[in-house]
């Protein structure tokens, strides 16, 4: 049997795809490694799923780190956040706004996004428990080789993640298959992770679980730096900011030592002087000083690690007032590393754009060849923009198959 359609991993992208193709009539079959379809769908958003979110097109893909961002613009343009908005209303799963920002279902739970795709992809075009192997194409035929069998389709769509939590059956072996198609590819990194630093731990443990909030967070001697709130852990550091940058902090780590430098209040240069400058006329403690730049406990940490006791402002020499100033500004913390690749929420590279079509995710170098989803490199901040970047890219792959299949 010669199958129109094979889609490669049942997560969001492959689940996006197959329910389009269903709805259309075209015959396919979904092949997925698991048990179960959309493990790692499950897990996300703390299990509630975050969707997508509420921005317009141009701040979706400006927020973006990649270099080729526009890639994702005709993409973005034929199926935005409304589109999913109105996808999941029209599903009986419909989506709640939260913070201003991200969609949630209204239901908090991610397994009513999964039942949107289990309850219109039918049972027996879906086999699990099937590790695709080998992909070749011989004449116009491609042949899908798995454990147990052969399978063959006029098209394949390569749906199967990237390294990310390889316990949800993302193990990268989509780059095995380009290797083997001759598609030009990027290896998996970590993005939107934590970072490990001893000297947090040792420096900051007091801190530990507390968080600095919306602060510029930059790598020292780079122009790289990321806005939000930073959370001091028992291994080193997390929160948005930190999981934006840690992309860009492991490449710099493939080439140099990593500093960061993290202010440790939110107060600029000039409201920091003005501050001191009161105090200096009032002629207060440096504690109170610096309680009202910063919190008590960071205030008490500091002095304690410039050495400087706790005499009247004007008691001390401007050596020390600068080297308070200057740490509260940007304090120096070297990192160690970035957490792992299988364990960072989504993963840099991929697929190369060059390799595919902008408007329907096809192989320029092979036809009826796609890649969707996290196995293409792109990929978005925390905030419902990789979900909404696998299901954009599964219905413009999935368009393109319908309309040469009718
Ligand atoms: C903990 C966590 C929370 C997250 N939360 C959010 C969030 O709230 N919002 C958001 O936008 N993004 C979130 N993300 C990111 C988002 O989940 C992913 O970007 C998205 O799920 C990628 O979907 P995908 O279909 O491309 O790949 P995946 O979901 O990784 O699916 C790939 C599928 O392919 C299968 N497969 C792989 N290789 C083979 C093979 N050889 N043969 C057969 N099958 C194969 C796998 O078993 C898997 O089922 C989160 C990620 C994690 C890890």
């Known amino acids: 049997m010669i199958y129109n359609t094979i889609i490669i991993g049942g997560g969001v992208s492959g689940l996006m795809c197959a329910y389009q193709l269903a709805q259309a009539k075209v015959d396919f079959l979904l092949i997925e490694k698991k048990e179960s379809l959309g493990k790692k769908l499950l897990l996300t958003g703390g299990t509630r799923c975050n969707v997508t979110n509420n921005l317009d097109i141009d701040t979706f893909i400006q927020n973006l780190t990649l270099p080729h961002k526009r890639f994702l613009y005709s993409?973005?343009?034929?199926?935005?956040?409304?589109?999913?908005?109105?996808?999941?209303?029209?599903?009986?799963?419909?989506?709640?706004?939260?913070?201003?920002?991200?969609?949630?279902?209204?239901?908090?739970?991610?397994?009513?996004?999964?039942?949107?795709?289990?309850?219109?992809?039918?049972?027996?075009?879906?086999?699990?428990?099937?590790?695709?192997?080998?992909?070749?194409?011989?004449?116009?035929?491609?042949?899908?080789?798995?454990?147990?069998?052969?399978?063959?389709?006029?098209?394949?769509?390569?749906?199967?993640?990237?390294?990310?939590y390889p316990q949800t059956g993302s193990t990268g072996d989509g780059l095995k298959f380009a290797r083997d198609l001759g598609i030009e590819f990027t290896d998996f990194t970590p993005a939107e992770t934590h970072i490990y630093s001893k000297q947090v731990v040792k420096e900051f443990a007091i801190l530990q679980g507390s968080s600095l909030k919306d602060i510029v967070v930059k790598i020292k001697a780079t122009n790289k730096?990321?806005?939000?709130?930073?959370?001091?852990?028992?291994?080193?550091?997390?929160?948005?900011?930190?999981?934006?940058?840690?992309?860009?902090?492991?490449?710099?780590?493939?080439?140099?030592?990593?500093i960061l430098q993290i202010p440790l209040g939110s107060l600029s240069r000039s409201e920091i002087d003005e501050v001191f400058n009161k105090s200096r006329s009032k002629n207060m403690t440096i504690l109170k000083t610096l309680e009202q730049c910063t919190t008590k406990r960071i205030a008490s940490l500091l002095l304690e690690k410039l050495q400087i006791e706790n005499k009247r402002i004007n008691e001390i020499s401007k050596n020390l007032i600068h080297k308070l100033i200057d740490s509260l500004l940007g304090y120096d913390i070297?990192?160690?590393?970035?957490?792992?690749?299988?364990?960072?929420?989504?993963?840099?590279?991929?697929?190369?754009?060059?390799?595919?079509?902008?408007?329907?995710?096809?192989?320029?170098?092979?036809?009826?060849?796609?890649?969707?989803?996290?196995t293409v490199d792109l990929h978005g901040p925390i905030g419902g923009y990789n979900i909404t970047i696998a299901l954009s890219t599964a219905v413009a792959a999935a368009k393109d198959i319908i309309s040469k299949s009718t």
């Open 75 to 164: 993409l973005l343009k034929d199926f935005r956040p409304s589109d999913i908005l109105k996808f999941f209303y029209e599903n009986n799963c419909p989506l709640v706004l939260e913070n201003d920002l991200k969609y949630f279902p209204k239901s908090n739970r991610s397994q009513d996004v999964l039942e949107v795709f289990l309850k219109k992809i039918p049972h027996h075009q879906i086999k699990l428990n099937t590790v695709v192997s080998k992909i070749y194409k011989y004449e116009d035929i491609f042949i899908v080789e798995c454990s147990n069998a052969k399978y063959k389709a006029k098209k394949v769509v390569i749906a199967s993640g990237s390294k990310s």
């Open 225 to 258: 730096r990321s806005q939000g709130d930073v959370l001091f852990t028992h291994f080193g550091l997390s929160g948005p900011a930190i999981l934006h940058l840690s992309e860009d902090i492991y490449d710099y780590m493939q080439k140099q030592k990593v």
């Open 334 to 374: 070297t990192v160690d590393r970035v957490q792992d690749v299988t364990k960072a929420f989504v993963n840099k590279g991929g697929i190369s754009t060059k390799e595919l079509s902008p408007k329907t995710m096809e192989a320029k170098r092979l036809s009826n060849l796609y890649f969707i989803g996290e």
